[in-house]
């Protein structure tokens, strides 16, 4: 790809992150090009055909809420609204697998609680007065561990608080980062059932956020090439000059930008005396060919068990391990068969093991500490032409979808700005 007067981009990475800046900067005008190491777009949210079950999965089911405003956004961009499915109102159903209780809790819309006060809205043995000490993360100076804000024992947190924070920060809550708790607070929880209403995309992952973007890009003229693995970036003064593709080496104009959308390990490595997170956690899913029965909820969390989120979907039941550690060295046909007897106390099925499919993402979130959260750069770095995306940077978020969308968009706003004076490195 040739500069033009205006500048070319290169994104570097076809995730979430990559894409989602490529779309903001699609039919500006500008030369954009995206480069994927692997050969298949998606990142940590990709749909791909597994010949073991026999059909296509995703590495993982992805969960947002309906206050995830970024994300609802980059799908409609792209045409992908109605990829997203949940129910008409907000509501998270749970199972104990210790006392065999099942709940629903139903958040009330508007922004006073009344649901706290409805003994059938809120979560079982508790009490509204419970509810009161949530008020503290709104308002979280600094950052520290959840439990050194909020009670972290009892049946409120226990049947509810955890199993929710656990998804978003895919960290144990007790020692997760406050700061970010109180975010996801401020943004979903707090402003009621109209901003925390689960959506998911039964029709996988890839359908949803991926292919109608690289679709959008390719009706506005942006390649996506694959099996492109960037080795270096070279410097001049406060500028990139040059990537190095290996084979070949693409020396960048005046006005042209790069925006790195990898990896927070990978971008430490290309990026010369970057700080980021350097502790991460794995996510364990499991996907099980077979119809789930009719009355089966689409999503059950799980509370006592080692699954932690189940999904009815269309021909399969998958379901979530968060924060998996050990389970990542367990063998596979082990972790399949435990994972599966939840499925099956959770269904009330009676089946044997159906065909199935562990995947292991052994590095797939930063780890949501405190001490993780302050290593996280922002966009900008100290080459005027050079700017970082992912759910790894300062979203002020958790590694979610919605950070990952966001990080994008913010990329894509400093590219548009680049003929600016030289950036200092937040």
């Avoid at 809205?121 to 503290?136: F, H, N």
């Avoid at 401020?186 to 992952?205: F, V, Y």
């Avoid at 596979?332 to 435990?338: C, N």
């Amino acid at each position: 790809m040739h500069s033009s007067d205006r500048g070319a981009v290169h994104i570097v990475g076809a995730g979430v992150a990559g894409l989602a800046a490529a779309v903001q900067l699609a039919g500006t005008g500008r030369s954009i090009v995206v480069h994927e190491a692997t050969a298949q777009p998606g990142g940590r949210c990709r749909t791909f055909y597994d010949h073991v079950t026999d059909m296509p999965i995703d590495n993982g089911t992805h969960l947002l809420l309906s206050g995830n405003h970024a994300a609802l956004a980059y799908l409609a961009r792209i045409g992908a609204a109605s990829a997203l499915e949940g129910p008409p109102d907000a509501e998270f159903q749970f199972v104990d697998l210790a006392s065999r209780e099942r709940w629903t809790v139903r958040f009330s819309d508007g922004l006073f609680p009344w649901w706290i006060f409805d003994a059938t809205a809120r979560v079982p043995q508790t009490r509204a007065p419970d509810y009161l000490s949530l008020a503290r993360l709104l308002w979280v100076s600094g950052d520290r561990q959840l439990a050194d804000i909020i009670d972290c024992r009892g049946p409120l947190y226990e049947r509810l608080i955890a199993p929710l924070f656990l998804a978003a920060l895919n960290h144990a809550p007790a020692s997760g980062s406050g700061k970010l708790v109180g975010a996801i607070m401020r943004e979903t929880l707090a402003l009621g059932g109209k901003a925390c209403r689960p959506l998911i995309a039964p029709g996988g992952i890839g359908a949803a956020l991926i292919e109608p973007a690289l679709g959008y890009l390719r009706d506005r003229g942006v390649p996506v090439v694959l099996r492109h693995v960037l080795y270096g970036l070279r410097f001049t003064d406060n500028r990139v000059c040059a990537l190095d593709f290996g084979d070949e080496t693409l020396a960048l104009g005046e006005h042209d930008s790069v925006v790195l959308a990898v990896p927070a390990y990978a971008a430490g490595v290309l990026v010369p005396g970057l700080q980021t997170p350097s502790a991460f956690c794995g996510i364990v899913n499991a996907h099980f060919r077979c119809d789930p029965p009719a009355h089966q909820p689409r999503m059950v969390g799980v509370v006592n068990g080692t699954a932690e989120w189940i999904f009815a979907l269309p021909g399969r039941i998958s379901a979530t391990v968060s924060d998996a550690g050990d389970l990542m060295d367990l063998p596979r046909e082990q972790l399949a068969e435990t994972i599966w007897r939840d499925v099956a106390a959770v269904t009330g099925s009676s089946a044997p093991l159906p065909r199935w499919q562990i995947v292991r993402e052994r590095r797939a979130t930063f780890a949501a500490t405190p001490e993780e959260n302050a290593k996280r750069p922002g966009p900008d770095t100290a080459w005027r032409n050079l700017f970082l995306a992912g759910d790894w940077t300062a979203t002020g978020l958790p590694a979610t979808i919605e950070g990952a969308v966001r990080s994008g968009n913010r990329a894509a706003e400093r590219v548009a700005r680049a003929r600016g004076p030289r950036r200092v490195a937040a």
